[in-house]
């Protein structure tokens, strides 16, 4: 099934010869039940505005268990590079030391992945972007073994990772899944670094994402791989470990690679 926000998307749907026929209208938690077929149905062109405005919406709970917590990361490329963000003022780290992610963050109360990612995007970054659908969706454990591969609905993450963070105090029993999008910048506007949370935007090779599992990485190794520090400072004696997304994504590289 497809969740669809509002009425107005809802009636808009219902064109050719599904007007001619009632629309289910339950509604789920704020959202409207609308059939695969009644999906189908839609012009390819307005359905293809509803997935840039990030209108069709998912459910991954069934993946993902209801009491954990939950929040979303971006993965984002600059040419052939992967984009990460680098932690800001107030991420606690060892000194010398910031960990680089994709951006994101936790979803709040009521917010949806896709609505928490575009609200981090805009809040992290000041950039508005568009999620690209994935046709498979790799389920990666916190040991970064790909346990399975999933066929989700519109619009679905690359990944959902199963994260364990040992750098922030956590109940044993408390998990955090992070659903992980592929994402391309949809504005022209200049980054804008809220520096709470981030200090540094940087544009790494894989191999060297793939290395961070092994060692901390510095910035001379980023520029010396092809790399790029695209906004903020970094300084030459911080070393930044991966986290959150980045591990995920340098654990899926690594898995492509080998089996290549």
């Given amino acids: 099934m497809f969740l669809v926000k509002h009425l107005r998307i809802v009636n808009a749907l219902c064109i050719s010869e599904a007007s001619k026929r009632k629309v289910s209208r339950k509604k789920l938690e704020g959202y409207y039940i609308l059939s695969k077929e009644e999906i189908r149905r839609a012009s390819n062109k307005f359905e293809r505005k509803l997935l840039e405005r990030g209108e069709l919406a998912m459910d991954l709970n069934e993946y993902i268990p209801i009491d954990s917590e939950k ?16 932690s800001g003022r107030k991420h606690l780290t060892e000194p ?3 960990f680089f992610a994709g951006v994101g ?23 508005n972007i ?23 609905p519109l619009l679905a993450p690359k990944m959902i990772y199963k ?4 750098h922030r105090e956590r109940p044993k029993d408390k998990t955090y899944f992070i659903a992980c999008f592929e994402a391309e910048i949809a504005d022209d506007c200049p980054f804008d670094l809220d520096p709470e949370e981030a200090s540094a935007l940087i544009a790494i090779p894989a191999e060297l994402l793939i290395q961070s599992l092994e060692w901390k990485i510095g910035a001379k190794e980023i520029v010396d791989s092809g790399g790029i520090i695209m906004v903020g400072c970094l300084e030459n004696d911080t070393l930044l470990f991966p986290l959150g997304t980045a591990v995920a994504l340098a654990h899926f590289l690594k898995s492509n690679k080998a089996d290549a």
């Fill in 163 to 166: 994260m364990i963070d040992y």
């Fill in 71 to 86: 929040g979303t990361g971006l993965i984002l490329k600059h040419r052939d590079l992967y984009l990460f963000h680098v």
């Fill in 96 to 98: 010398g030391e910031r």
């Fill in 105 to 127: 963050g936790h979803c709040e109360d009521g917010e949806s992945f896709i609505e928490a990612v575009q609200r981090e995007a805009i809040e992290e970054i000041g950039r």
């Fill in 130 to 152: 568009k999620i690209v659908h994935s046709a498979e969706t790799y389920f990666v454990d916190s040991e970064g073994e790909i346990i399975d591969i999933l066929k989700l």
